[in-house]
């Protein structure tokens, strides 16, 4: 159980969760996940929990963020979580290699910022902190081999704390999961290899891989 969770999520628009030990995580590790109903599974390991669709979406809007295509939530099963995973499924249709690998980086960082910064407009009315991306910690790139995008955005609220987005998007055969991986700057070294493990643990059924 979960008696604590301070985590920053940046463009999914929460900055605090607060405790979960009144309803409790959908899941514990070791157990399999399903993914986005018929897309895939995932076998969540030892020392995390899942919070499913409902309960995440929840949690999102309640700290400002829309919560759209949201499917679920991957915490360490800790008193103090330093980290979140954040995973969403968008139904876009087979995207190819050639199209994949083109993000133009300038372009991208703009577009993450504008809709970070309209977004902070509503963060304002709930009475909420502003978020702002401030730069890229690493710029988008492709994998062919693997057909997976990486890319991670560097932010900031207006007290000057830094966290990080750093998001693994994996193309099936109609559409994208995304794997977000949201905490602070000096927790992204060791927390980054967590994640990348994560992903290793994701299959996908048969007539969705890429």
């Not at 008696?3 to 900055?15: D, E, P, S, Y």
């Not at 954040?86 to 133009?104: C, F, I, S």
């Not at 602070?184 to 060791?190: G, V």
């Amino acid at each position: 159980m979960l008696h604590r969770l301070k985590v920053l999520l940046l463009l999914a628009g929460l900055t605090a969760v607060p405790a979960l030990a009144q309803s409790g995580p959908d899941a514990e590790g070791p157990t399999t996940l399903t993914l986005a109903g018929t897309v895939g599974k995932m076998d969540l390991p030892k020392g995390y929990v899942w919070i499913g669709e409902a309960k995440a979406k929840e949690l999102i809007k309640k700290n400002g963020g829309s919560g759209e295509n949201v499917i679920g939530l991957i915490l360490p099963n800790t008193k103090d979580a330093d980290f979140a995973v954040e995973l969403k499924y968008e139904d876009t249709g087979y995207v190819e290699d050639k199209d994949a690998g083109k993000r133009d980086a300038k372009e991208s960082l703009k577009s993450y910022q504008e809709g970070t910064e309209a977004q902070n407009e509503e963060r304002k009315e709930k009475g909420m902190a502003a978020l702002h991306v401030t730069g890229w910690e690493q710029e988008p790139s492709y994998d062919p081999k693997t057909h997976v995008v990486i890319w991670s955005l560097q932010g900031e609220n207006d007290s000057k704390e830094q966290f990080v987005n750093y998001n693994t998007r994996v193309l099936t055969r109609k559409g994208v999961l995304s794997v977000n991986l949201m905490c602070d700057n000096k927790d992204l070294p060791a927390v980054k290899p967590k994640s990348e493990a994560l992903v290793k643990k994701i299959s996908f059924n048969q007539g969705e891989r890429y």
